[in-house]
């Protein structure tokens, strides 16, 4: 358990064994967990920061609908987290404000 | 007995609310009329242009009366602003018309040619080739053979036009009454009778702006409204942080960022999307601009379109007697500068109103 986050773990869970990065620090999921479950697990900090306002958000919804989830994984711009299983070597990044055109970072 | 209104207004649209805040401004006791939410609105589906070029290629006044317009659109904006508070988001820098098809970029060509010879000085417009075009847009598609392009052309994020007239006619008097569908118009010895399905009221005057909603209601008082459908479908795309450098009349970047892609036509009322003219609308773009080939669309609907025959608007006195008028086009985001300044003189039968004879549809019994 990560003290920064808002989630306990349950007794008896399997190991997170999968290795991710988020902006270049370690982000550990178990098998069977989105990206957005491991998120949730490591903070409840803010993922991503809103196009317009610049507000902070993280998942909320858990289900594909409110889109506050969105992060950059693998160099791909606005993915929903909750609806993206967590893979070993998976590189994330927070999703500050609007996506670029073409492929600028 | 007296009456509820002075003017009652049927239809709290973009034209409907833009003569509401001219009337109001000229003194008068203005009520909207407005219908329900799940009714038709084409104020609430539509693209947002401030578009001159092709427009009266064929048919002079509506082209003066378009350039009147783009051309007062600025000043509209400040006044609308100022009464309202809500930034309108009017970029009027040039817009583009993209061609991939060499004949159909002939013949836009030579209605662009028609416009000028019945404008005059007030208008200007460019042919590009796709060489042209490289130069001047280095991203734009191999597809592409030409585009047209005139300075006047502009966009406007049309929901925020709307809440800013909605605001502006509070400011200034007009009274809104939501959810208040007219089904029926009657003609009393004074005034006019103005039914539905929950209450009645009288007024002196009586003003139809109801869209696809006239076509119905216009018959009772007198008028032909020859009006119809005709859908056309759009795309939003998730907000993108670079500016896109162009505008055209198909592919516009909204000022929060996200991409609207639009442009479809089909004769149809019912207001339901297809896949099939989806995949068109995201061709099209990426023919257009390669660059958005991996943006995802993230909600897409259809809308209306409110049609004349000759596509021109309408402007139409009541034939038989005084204080009903008609008031119908499909360019209400474009034509609204005037449709808050002359025509509210011209329904006052001002001396100095513009004389909109060309409007009148009594056009369509000629042919």
Known sequence: ?105 | MSADAGTAIIGGGIVGLCLALGLAARGHDVLVLDGRDADMRASQGNFGLVWLQGKGAGYAPYGRWSLAAVQEWAGFARRLQDLSGVDLALRQEGGYEFFTDRAEFDAFGQDLHRQAAALGDGFSFELLSHGDLAQRLPGIGQKVVGASFCPLDGHVNPLRLHVALRRACLASGVRLAADTPVTTLRALDRGYEIAGPDRAIRADRVVLCAGLGAATLGPQLGFRAPIRAQRGELLITERVADPLPFLSSTIRQVDEGGLQIGGTKAESDRDSESTDQMAVLARHAVAVWPQLADIRVLRSWAALRVMTPDGYPIYQRAPDRAGAFLVTCHSGVTLAPLHATRLAAWIDDDPAAPDLEAFDERRFALS
Request: proline share 7%; with cysteine.
């Open chain 1, 1 to 105: 358990m990560n003290a920064a986050s808002h989630f306990r773990d349950a007794p008896g869970m399997a190991p997170r064994s999968i290795r991710m990065s988020l902006d270049g620090e370690t982000l550990l999921a178990r098998p069977g967990e989105t990206v957005a479950a491991a998120l949730l697990a490591q903070s409840g900090d803010a993922t991503r920061r809103t196009p317009v306002t610049g507000a902070g958000r993280t998942a909320f919804c858990m289900m594909g609908v409110c889109f506050d989830c969105l992060v950059t994984i693998d160099g791909r711009p606005n993915v929903q987290a909750c609806m993206t299983p967590a893979r070993d070597g998976m590189v994330i990044r927070r999703q500050i404000g609007a996506r670029r055109l073409g492929d600028q970072p």
